[in-house]
């Protein structure tokens, strides 16, 4: 082993070693501030944790024995695990949009996003005095975009849509998997955003847009060459009056954004943005 690559494991697991000694008296806090235990499987949890990462780094990864251990520690403490996978997603957002020559090897670099998202989870979760949570009914559509009712109206349709298209399935395989665990976990995100004391609508997109990246990522491994090709000519066909008035890289972008419109239509799967409310 390398100087280099061992004072880097040394860092990671004081790093990991501080917040396991640090999750019974912040679990117990929690739990002071009246934030509900959401009961989670132990296997799903790491699995989708996972998931998510490799998915986002786009290069199969085997998690190191550190990776492991911070997942366990945000399991131990009573982080739910949809603010772990929207702390995942923001973090390689950011990664992203201003992208390094290193790429991310490690779930430690997701980490102080995942806190981040963990503290204002907790934040939102406080109750307020009698007088402010009068206030609050009365002005619980405050800060948001849309009525909140008419935000879990459409979580619900979308969960509605999504259970249909499983039932319409007629085989076992990656598509099927993937809407069955995005089932479950529009769940928890719905709940969430309805017991917020005070929800916030761009956090729920981000959670939203990832479990839509699932759902797309899933249909793209299964779909067949022949149902590909079809939906392929229908939108060049489409989009063949403008592609004179496009420049390349604006044209592909388009294509392959309706290329994945139709496929989505045809898999039954509903989109889940607040961008379609």
Request: aromatic content about 8%; proline content about 4%.
């Amino acid at each position: 082993m390398s100087v280099a690559h061992s004072g880097l494991d040394v860092l990671a697991w004081c790093s990991v070693q501080k917040m396991t000694n640090e999750s019974n008296q912040q679990r117990s806090e929690s739990r002071q501030q009246s934030v509900p235990d959401v009961p989670l499987n132990y296997f799903s949890y790491f699995t989708e944790v996972e998931d998510a990462f490799i998915r986002r780094r786009g290069k199969h990864l085997h998690l190191s024995p550190f990776d492991w251990e911070l997942i366990e520690t945000w399991k131990d403490l009573g982080v739910p695990l949809h603010i772990v996978l929207r702390g995942i997603e923001q973090s390689f957002d950011s990664w992203e949009a201003k992208p390094r020559k290193r790429t991310v090897k490690s779930l430690l670099y997701c980490q102080e996003e995942i806190e981040a998202q963990y503290a204002e989870w907790l934040d939102s979760r406080v109750g307020a005095t009698p007088e402010e949570a009068k206030d609050a009914v009365l002005n619980e559509d405050e800060g948001l975009p849309f009525p909140r009712q008419a935000v879990l109206d459409h979580l619900q349709r979308g969960q509605q849509a999504l259970e249909q298209a499983g039932a319409r399935r007629a085989s076992e395989d990656d598509l099927t998997e993937a809407i069955s665990r995005v089932v479950g976990l529009l769940a928890e995100v719905q709940k969430d955003f309805a017991t917020a004391a005070r929800p916030d609508a761009r956090q729920l997109e981000v959670s939203l847009t990832g479990l839509e990246r699932t759902l797309s990522d899933a249909l793209l491994r299964v779909v067949s060459q022949e149902e590909t090709a079809g939906a392929q000519n229908e939108v060049k066909e489409q989009l063949r009056p403008y592609r004179s008035h496009m420049d390349k890289a604006a044209y592909e972008q388009t294509f392959n954004n309706l290329l994945l419109k139709r496929l989505r239509e045809d898999a039954g799967l509903p989109r889940l943005s607040l961008f379609y409310l």
